[in-house]
């Protein structure tokens, strides 16, 4: 777990526990957060409650992104048995700090669902085992 916050002033913070980011950032105050395998990291029933959390750290104008490990991706992987694969998977995935596996249109369900109405999805991509999600608040 990465979070990366650009604050209003300029200075970037790098933290890597959401307690820490929480006290280390204050409501609104940041214009650019990098969420990397933040998410993951929480059991499923509690991302939305960290997708809030996250939010109120923006500041109008500001863009967050989530960086995850793609479900679909690594499903993909395992139905065509890949050996090669398999291992790169098993290396990557057996740890303590998975703990939930999301997929971009599930990141976006639940984003729909708990953004503020001046939030709106700015990009998207996809990578081998990896997806990126960016929202943006807007100016006004």
Request: proline share 1%; glycine share 4%; with cysteine.
């Amino acid at each position: 777990m990465k979070i990366l916050a650009t604050l209003i002033g300029g200075e970037t913070k790098e933290f890597s526990n959401i307690a820490a980011f929480n006290s280390g950032v204050l409501d609104g105050e940041a214009i650019n957060i990098v969420a990397d395998k933040v998410l993951s990291e929480f059991h499923i029933d509690d991302v939305r409650s960290v997708i809030k959390l996250l939010i109120t750290k923006c500041h109008k104008g500001a863009y967050l992104k989530f960086v995850e490990w793609c479900i679909s991706s690594i499903a993909r992987d395992i139905r065509i048995g890949d050996e090669a694969r398999l291992d790169i998977i098993n290396k990557r995935f057996t740890n303590d700090k998975n703990r939930c596996f999301l997929s971009n249109s599930y990141l976006e369900s639940i984003l729909q669902e708990v953004s503020p109405s001046d939030f709106f999805t700015s990009a998207a991509s996809h990578e081998q085992y990896e997806f990126s999600h960016t929202i943006h608040r807007r100016d006004n």
